[in-house]
C-alpha cells in the first residue's frame, strides 16, 4: 500500500474549519483514500474514505487532488470533541483489509 | 451501523499468567478480524491478521506462541497474550470488516489496556 505523509500537529479555533493535508504521491489507480481518528485512549473511529471524488458526510469532507497526489479532511466547524490524532491511510479496497497506520497529525482544538 | 466489542477494556494482572482478550462483531459477520498493538505516544502496529477457521497470519517480528488467535465463529476472534511480562504491557485493540456489504470500512473496538505488573 502507498505510504503517506501528514503534518505531526496542527491546531485550530473552535467553530472555525480544520483542513488536515495528506500526501500520497505515490497512491496506484485502485487505491482508495481512507481516514480515520484516534480520540485518547480509545480504538480509532472511521471518518469518511474515497477513490477520486470529493466526498462529503455528516462527520467530514474528503477533497482529493485531481492527481490523487494528495488530498485534504475538513472539519467544517471544529468543536473540542475533535481534538485527537488523524490518520490518513491507503489501501485497496476488495484486496486485503489490512490497514498499516503512520503517524498521523495531532489536531489540537482550542477554545 | 457497525459496532466492534472488545473485552475486557482494562485489565492488570502478575507476570507469567496468561491473559484472554475478546473482539466480537455486534451486528454483522467478519471472516477476518485484525489484532493492533498501540504503545504510549506511538501509533497502531498491526500484529496479525485472525481468520475465521484457520491459522491467524501473524506480521514479521510477532511471536505466534506468544500471542495466541483463534478465530472460531464468524463474530469471535480472541487474543491470549501467553506468560505475560511487563514487556507485554500495552494498549490492544481490534478490527473487523461487514463482509457481506462491499466496499464497507474497517471498524474498530474500544481497545483493551493490559498492564502487567
Known amino acids: 500500500d502507498a505510504k503517506t505523509t501528514q503534518p505531526p500537529s496542527m491546531d485550530c479555533a473552535e467553530g472555525r474549519a480544520a483542513n488536515l493535508p495528506c500526501n500520497h504521491s505515490t497512491i496506484s489507480g485502485n487505491e482508495y483514500v481512507y481516514w480515520y481518528r484516534q480520540i485518547h485512549s480509545q480504538g480509532p473511529q472511521y471518518i469518511i474514505h474515497g477513490l477520486k471524488n470529493n466526498e462529503t458526510n455528516e462527520m467530514a469532507s474528503l477533497i482529493i487532488t485531481e492527481d490523487r497526489k494528495s488530498s485534504t479532511l475538513i472539519l467544517p466547524h471544529a468543536t473540542l470533541r475533535d481534538t485527537a490524532v488523524y490518520y490518513c491511510?491507503?489501501?485497496?479496497?476488495?484486496?486485503?483489509?489490512?490497514?498499516?497506520f503512520g503517524t498521523g497529525t495531532r489536531l489540537q482544538v482550542f477554545p | 451501523g457497525a459496532v466492534v466489542s472488545q473485552h475486557p477494556s482494562w485489565v492488570i494482572c502478575k507476570s507469567g499468567t496468561s491473559v484472554k482478550i475478546e473482539c466480537r462483531s455486534l451486528?454483522?459477520?467478519?471472516?477476518?478480524m485484525f489484532w493492533y498493538r498501540q504503545f504510549p505516544k506511538q501509533s497502531l502496529m498491526l500484529m496479525a491478521t485472525s481468520n475465521e477457521g484457520s491459522k491467524a497470519t501473524y506480521e514479521q517480528g510477532v511471536e505466534k506462541d506468544k500471542f495466541l488467535i483463534n478465530h472460531a465463529s464468524l463474530t469471535l476472534s480472541t487474543l491470549t497474550v501467553t506468560s505475560a511480562h511487563p514487556e507485554d504491557s500495552s494498549f490492544y485493540i481490534c478490527?473487523?470488516?461487514?463482509?457481506?456489504?462491499?466496499?464497507?470500512?474497517?471498524?474498530f473496538g474500544d481497545g483493551t489496556r493490559l498492564s502487567i505488573l
Open positions: 491511510i491507503v489501501r485497496v479496497a476488495y484486496n486485503t483489509d489490512k490497514l498499516i
Open positions: 478490527s473487523a470488516r461487514d463482509w457481506g456489504r462491499q466496499n464497507q470500512p474497517q471498524h
Open positions: 451486528d454483522f459477520q467478519a471472516t477476518t
